[in-house]
């Protein structure tokens, strides 16, 4: 091995800023994909995002709005949703680019999150079918035993879905259902929708969000959005 090759392989095994690989799927509530991208951005995570073919057709439902399918275009558009101009570093990919770098196992990324997830995908992970990017983005995290949380959305569930993410729980995913809590006080959507995005990151020990978080009998204590309750 040449001494080139090794510093390669160096700098890529030991950067601290590895990025988070990013699923969004055709599951309803696109604004818990859209607030993991802010707090991401903000805390300067790198974000490699591919959203699948059927997240365009729910931007349409849900708000009415035609998703860029261009990959810069598409980063400068969740950027615009977040609310997050400059600072971070984002890249999307297309849903059909199955090789693209985040497919490989022998790129080092922190994890991946998929959020919203459809049934679809979920069926579709469990049975290992890798049809297109994002399937084959957290295909590669399961194989590797890497970070993988699906924060799965449908109501209610059927014993296939169930059935399926139990197969993607012994798999060795993290299951952290769009089920927000109450005793938090939410005065908003939005703090309903952080609750979620927080567990989905704390999964992957990334304390990003600013939320308050109980402290057992003394109950919420410091104020929201100080960062440093847990
Ligand atoms: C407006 C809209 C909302 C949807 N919401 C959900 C949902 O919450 N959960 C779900 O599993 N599927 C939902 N679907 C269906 C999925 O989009 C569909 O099964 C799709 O094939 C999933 O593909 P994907 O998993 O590759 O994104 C919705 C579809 C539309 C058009």
Request: hydrophobic letters at 45%; glycine letters at 8%.
């Amino acid at each position: 091995m040449t001494a080139a090759t090794m510093t390669i392989l160096r700098n890529n095994v030991t950067s601290s800023a590895r990025p988070l690989t990013l699923g969004i799927t055709g599951a309803s509530g696109l604004i818990y994909a859209v607030r993991a991208i802010k707090f991401l951005l903000e805390a300067e995570i790198p974000v490699e995002l591919v959203a699948s073919k059927a997240t365009y057709q729910v931007w349409k439902a849900e708000q009415d709005i035609q998703m860029p399918g261009e990959p810069e275009a598409q980063a400068r558009f969740w950027r615009e949703q977040a609310g997050v101009l400059q600072g971070g570093q984002i890249r999307c990919h297309p849903w059909s680019d199955v090789g693209a770098n985040i497919a490989s196992g022998s790129f080092r990324t922190r994890g991946m999150v998929i959020i919203p997830c459809s049934m679809g995908t979920v069926g579709k992970l469990a049975a290992g079918l890798s049809s297109d990017l994002l399937e084959r983005a957290a295909d590669v995290q399961l194989k590797e035993r890497k970070p993988l949380v699906i924060v799965p959305r449908e109501t209610p569930f059927s014993v296939i879905h169930l059935r399926n993410l139990t197969t993607l729980a012994e798999a060795g995913a993290h299951i952290v259902p769009a089920i927000p809590a109450w005793y938090h006080r939410p005065q908003t959507i939005l703090d309903l929708v952080d609750f979620v995005v927080a567990r989905a990151l704390d999964a992957l020990d990334l304390d990003c969000v600013p939320l308050a978080r109980w402290q057992g009998h003394d109950g919420l204590t410091g104020s929201k959005g100080d960062g440093v309750l847990a």
